[in-house]
């Protein structure tokens, strides 16, 4: 069998057609180009645009992408009817390499409660169709919908047809996400065993994550012949969505030594395109997501992250570059340990003897209890505490209290304490009575910062406010509890402004000693 005994595997994205159809995920066409382009860089093989018979604006999308993208094969859905057919062909017409995508379900009850055709009918529609397509393309992909859930005699003997009458790539799809990897591998071995002509076309899969094994399914397939994967950028589709293209490429990289194939996808390449899918689509990649999410290479935990600084190898399967991570983010938070620390230091080009190390390190893990993660900032801060013997804080909040009226702006006024006991008032004006404490906070310290993120959590009447800033080139948090939103924002902005006068201060008396020796 000539295509599956070739090691290379074909991609062919659907993230413009199934993953648009994805509840909520509806592109316009400007950010349909862009994710093609996206596309186009991540070097897939076949590029589905669209279903121009669906809607007026999906046959625009794949006119634009059929005229404006150069590189992957363009791809168009129709049903197996002429006219859609022909939608196709007009639609696809300025592209220089273009494929049409026949579909028809196969499945018993498909037949029965969606066409209402018979099995015969169902042969003879597809048969036609194809033949059709054929006159306009020399590249014809036909897919039997509900595949997995057909008889698979009866789906035998429609490849069989379909193949006769010309069609050049043949999609076993698990429309419903119902099939079991081992199962969906048979049902492949089972067709290129009893189709004639099978060794003539390329064989693809086309599989949906409804239990969470579309992946799985799509790479028990491949290694039983098929030599086409459909995929989603950020596995994004209808439902719980299709078969992840950064994971199944990932995988069979990875995992060369025991798949033997090869993409032409360019892995360093992932990271943007699912940055692209998901900034076009609104939907947000999950943290933990494999490959692309935030947490894919980031480490908490001490141990872990130890084995990370000697040799990546030891947690990491992947290098972060291959898939366009700029490094592996070693995480400074409450499980971290004693590298991590000094590695940080290091980086910011920071020495400590061991028993100033000793204290910075209790001092981090002490602040990391009631911190999720720590910047920078936080952690110049916690050593100049340490090597100056930070005496008390620089400020403490005394109270604070706003009014906003008709016009949009807010006043505040702030009440601090300063070290040295004395109270200082202040207040001023913002666009929300938050800008205007923070104004007021920045008036009476004269520290001015850029707030980079405001989050706010918490229940039970009790609110738990996160800023993280940015001042000059180092970034700070702060957090803080309170009953009152204003008056967490204001605690954890005053917790900012402390750490940034120690390190500020600590700055100043180190060019100040430098200066008279
Ligand atoms: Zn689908």
Known sequence: MQEASSDRVIVFDTTLRDGEQAPGASMGLEQKLRVARALTALG???????????????????????????????CALARAHRDDIDSVTQALGPAQRKRCHVFLA????????????????????????????????????????????????FLCEVVERVIEAGATTINIPDTVGYAIPAQFAGLIVHLRKRVRGIDRIVLSVHCHNDLGLAVANTLAAVEAGARQVECTVN????????????EVVMALRTRADHFQLRT????????????????????????????VGQNAFAHEAGIHQHGVLSNALTY????????????????????????????????????????????????????????????????????????????????????????????GLATAAVTLRSRDGSEVQDAACGQSPLEAVFRSIERIT???????????????????????????????????????????SARAFVEIVNRIAASVGSRREASGSEART
């Open 44 to 74: 897939v093989d076949v590029l589905e645009a669209g279903f121009p018979a669906a809607s007026p604006g999906d046959h625009e999308a794949v006119a634009a992408v059929a005229r404006h993208i150069e590189g992957p094969i363009i």
């Open 106 to 153: 196969t499945s018993p009850i498909h037949r029965q409660f969606k066409l209402n055709l018979s099995s015969e009918e169902v042969v003879r529609r597809a048969v036609d169709a194809i033949r059709h397509a054929r006159e306009s393309f020399e590249d014809v992909e036909y897919s039997a919908e509900d595949a997995a859930r057909t008889e698979p005699d």
């Open 235 to 246: 596995g994004i589709g209808e439902r719980a969505g299709n078969c992840s293209l950064e």
């Open 264 to 291: 032409g996808v360019r892995t360093q390449e992932l990271c943007a395109a699912s940055r692209a899918v998901a900034k076009a689509c609104g939907f947000a990649v999950a943290r933990n997501k494999a490959v």
């Open 316 to 407: 990491e399967i992947m290098r972060p570059e291959d898939v366009g991570f700029e490094s592996s983010q070693l995480v400074l938070g409450k499980h971290s340990g004693r590298h991590l620390l000094r590695h940080r230091l290091e980086q910011l080009g920071i020495r400590l003897d061991d028993a100033q190390f000793e204290r910075a390190f209790a001092e981090v893990k002490r602040l990391a209890d009631h911190k999720k993660e720590l910047h920078d900032g936080d952690v110049v801060a916690v050593v100049e505490g340490v090597l100056h013997g930070a005496s008390g804080l620089q400020w403490e909040l005394l109270g604070v209290s706003t009014a906003s009226g008709a016009g």
């Open 446 to 488: 004269g520290t001015a910062a850029r707030v980079r993120e405001y989050q706010v959590g918490g229940t039970n009447g009790d609110s738990e406010v996160r800023i993280e800033v940015q001042h000059r080139d180092r970034t700070y948090s702060g957090t803080a509890h309170a009953a009152d939103v204003l008056e967490g």
